[in-house]
């Protein structure tokens, strides 16, 4: 079993950068895909970003490519994910998942992921 614990949010104006940390128990961290969902008030969670075992395979909605990294250190059980040139409509609450996985894959969807963090409010000021 994994427990994880978002932190980093806060409020920036649009244009500045965020950078969330989700730290997880556990002595089976590497043997999960990890990702970050969000959930905006009145809207369904969706996928932001997600990354394999390994971190070597990674996937990005299209909404925030080019502006969002996501990466793994498995030798600290952390994610992290690295928001720059945030936008108003990147304001929501962000989730870190972890789902066990025997394969490198990268998950997407919210079904494959089965464990979740309290979630980290993420405010952009336009």
């Known amino acids: 079993q994994v427990q994880v614990v978002e932190s980093g949010g806060g409020l920036v104006q649009a244009g500045g950068s965020l950078r969330l940390s989700c730290a997880a128990s556990g002595r089976t961290f590497s043997m999960h895909a990890l990702a970050w969902f969000r959930q905006a008030p009145g809207k369904e969670r969706e996928i932001v970003a997600a990354?394999?075992?390994?971190?070597?395979?990674?996937y990005y909605a299209d909404s925030v490519k080019g502006r969002f990294t996501i990466s793994r250190d498995n030798a600290k059980n952390t994610m992290y994910l690295q928001m720059n040139s945030l936008k108003a409509e990147d304001t929501a609450v962000y989730y870190c998942?972890?789902?066990?996985?025997?394969?490198?894959?990268?998950?997407?969807?919210?079904?494959?992921?089965?464990?979740w963090g309290q979630g980290t409010q993420v405010t952009v000021s336009s």
């Open positions: 998942a972890a789902g066990y996985r025997s394969d490198n894959y990268v998950a997407a969807t919210v079904a494959e992921y089965y464990y």
């Open positions: 990354i394999s075992r390994s971190g070597s395979r990674t």
